[in-house]
Structure formats: C-alpha cells, structure tokens
C-alpha cells in the first residue's frame, strides 16, 4: 500500500491537515507532506479539491466511481421461521427518515418463501415498495445464497444505502456482500444520518471498546452498507400508504448450496425480555452489594417493570448476564428507563440512550448519565428509591 502527494496539484490548503485524524500530513514550504504517524486511512483522499493525493492498494487504485448511478434506501429483512425479526420494523422507521431526506424510494427486500400472506402486513410500515425474493431453498437462512442473490440484485437496482440488523444473521451476510460489491460497511451503528451537501450516509458507532463515538462515511464506493443494533431505533407507526410488491421467483437448487441444514436446535429462551419492555428498573454498582440490590428489585416488581443493570452488576455476579444493558448487552428503547446508581459511560448509554423518559438517580452531581436524562434525583438511592416505592403503592392502592 502506498499513498502519494502530487507536489505539482497541490495548493498548500490544508484541508488534507484539517481532516486527518493522526496528524499523519502537515504543510511545508507551502506543500502537503506524510508523517511517519500516516495511517493510510484515506481521509485526506475526499476532502483534496485539487485531487492532488492518491493512495494504491494492492495493485489498485482508489477510483471514484458514478454516485449518481444509485438511489434507494433498502432494508434487508431478516426473518426466523416465518416471523420478521423485530429489528426490520424499527430499520424501517429509520429509513423511512433517510429517503425523505434524500427524496428516494424505501424498498424492503425479504428473501423467502410463503410471504404471500404476510406482505400487507409488512406494507403498513411504510416501504414504498416491497421486493420479494421467493424460493423454496431461501425459507430458512444460508448465508452463501444470501450473498449471492442479494449481490446480483444490488448489481441490477444501485441502492445507495443498505441496512440490514446488528444480529448473528445480519452480521454473517452483510460483510460477505460487501465483499464482493467492494463496498463500505459499518457494524453496531447507533445512529444514521444524511450529510445533505453530499448524501452520504453519516453512520455513528461505539470504538476504542466504547471510549468514543465514531462518525464514518463512506465516500468513495456505493451501496452505503450499515448494520444497526436491535432496539436503536423507534418502530414506525402503521398507516395505510400502499407499497408496490416486487415478486421475483428465484430457480435455485440444491446443489447450489455449500452447506445444507439437517436440523434446527431450539435454544432455550430466556424469561427476560427488555428490548420489548416497557419499563426498565437498572442498577449500577453505586447500588453497593448483592444483597442491597433488592431495593432495586422491589422498584422493578412496584412497577411492573423488568431489572436490568450495568456491566459491572454482571461483572459482580449480582445479576445474570442476560439482564446487562450497554455496549456488550441488550440495547432498549423503553417508555421508562430508571436508572440507579449508575454512572453513566459510554458503554451503557449506547444500550439504553433511546429511552423515551430517563430518570436517573445519582449522589453524585457529576455523572455523566445526568447529561442524557429527563429527570435527575441527586441523593442516596437507598434512601430515595425506598420513599419512591412508598408512595407508588400508595398511588396504586388509592390512598394517595
């Protein structure tokens, strides 16, 4: 891999300084130069107006290739014995926002067989369209014919935008697809945004094991490809606008597959459900103990609400693991998000930010969930959350 400055194009601007994000390039006698601290990273390659720095890989060169060729937002719909997985719903939503602002069609694309029956459903969600790949052989998930029939249509359609769940499925065929298309893949986004001057597809995810957000475009190459964590986003709301429905009837064969599936292992499901609660009652280690985490406990049972807590709580073995909300763990969404004794870091605001009310208690003044909630309490939990559960069984019993 090389990089090379073409003294004669260059300007001396400093754009190329401005947006690099190593200082790997600074100006001398009035021209760009590398530094040993050069990444190859190829962010000074968008923002030269003289196109004055080039970078070869692997016996290619990074070419431009004709931006205006794609338009479209797709959703890829993942589905598990027949039923849609819950995270296509709210990717719906939110590229629903993405093509208004980029003024394109939202197109869901299933690959399946005997959809016939649930497409009007999947219509009141707002795609424009709705592009049914059937076959018998795509009933259940193989991740080679994945990769090939959505490559061949994203080949024949140019979406520029592609988002698919941050799930085990999502996350096998998504980087094999951009494989092949040479394009731009971002995994675990938490946030998804149009930069109106270019179109391109702002994509905001945790890094540096959840210390910082990082925003990544992908300038150069189409599709723009985004997998998105289950529970970032709001579901849509249902309505009666009509998608037109794409029914491709694909003939493939067995001895197309690499792998076949013998039989299906149900995995035990767990009791706990927080990506669809509607109240989350968490815990974090200022609650102090194991054994002082039933108040935390009581305030979820008051309250009809499910227990989640931070990393640490698991960590310490006052909670299972399948109740860990934040980066590592479950992100939600709930209507009501209670969070005591809990500091607030990255890692757990990534997994529970979209809350629409946050209520948090803290004593100390300075925590950083404070900056994220609704309602902030400063004090004691042990002694603000025994008074809270008082009075709402006071409330519930109607001596209030």
Not at 254 to 280: C, F, H, P, W, Y
Request: hydrophobic share 40%; with cysteine.
């Amino acid at each position: 891999m090389s990089i090379f400055i073409d003294d004669e194009l260059c300007t001396g601007c400093g754009n190329c300084v401005d947006n690099c994000p190593f200082v790997g390039i600074e100006i001398f006698d009035g021209k760009a130069i590398l530094t040993e601290e050069c990444t190859f990273c190829g962010a000074c390659l968008d923002v030269c107006p003289v196109n004055a720095i080039l970078i070869e890989r692997e016996e290619f060169q990074i070419q431009k290739i004709d931006l205006s060729q794609y338009r479209g937002v797709w959703v890829i719909a993942e589905h598990y014995k027949n039923k849609v997985h819950p995270v296509v719903f709210q990717l719906l939503g939110k590229g629903g926002e993405l093509a208004r602002e980029l003024e394109v069609k939202l197109t869901l694309v299933i690959l399946g067989d005997n959809f016939e029956g649930q497409l009007e459903e999947l219509n009141l969600y707002g795609p424009d369209e709705i592009l049914y790949l059937k076959s018998p052989l795509l009933k259940h998930y193989y991740s080679d014919l994945y990769a090939q029939v959505l490559t061949e249509l994203i080949i024949e359609n140019k979406p520029e935008i592609i988002l698919t769940g941050a799930t085990p499925t999502g996350r096998d065929f998504a980087p094999r697809i951009a494989k092949r298309l040479n394009a731009g893949l971002t995994a675990d986004c938490t946030g998804l945004e149009i930069d109106q001057n270019t179109r391109n597809l702002l994509q905001t995810r945790p890094t540096f094991g959840g210390s910082l957000m990082a925003i990544i475009k992908t300038p150069n190459s189409r599709p723009q490809m985004a997998t998105v964590r289950p529970g970032i986003f709001k579901v849509v709301e249902r309505h009666n606008k009509k998608a037109h429905v794409r029914k491709i009837e694909y003939k493939l064969k067995e001895r197309d597959l690499v792998t076949k599936i013998v039989r299906v292992i149900e995995k035990e499901r767990s009791s706990v459900n927080l990506e669809d609660a509607e109240i989350i009652v968490a815990g974090g280690r200022g609650v102090g103990s194991r054994d002082k985490f039933k108040i935390i406990e009581e305030l979820a049972e008051v309250l009809d609400a499910e227990l989640g807590g931070s990393r640490v709580t698991v960590e310490l073995n006052w909670l299972e693991q399948d109740r860990q909300i934040g980066q590592t763990g479950k992100t939600v969404s709930p209507k009501l998000y209670i969070a005591c004794g809990i500091s607030g870091a990255i890692q757990h605001l990534v997994g529970m930010q979209n809350s629409e009310i946050i209520v948090a208690i803290n004593k100390d003044r300075n925590a950083p969930i404070f900056k994220v909630a609704h309602y902030s309490i400063i004090g004691d939990l042990h002694e603000i959350v025994p008074t809270l559960i008082e009075e709402i069984r006071k409330i519930k019993s109607g001596n209030s």
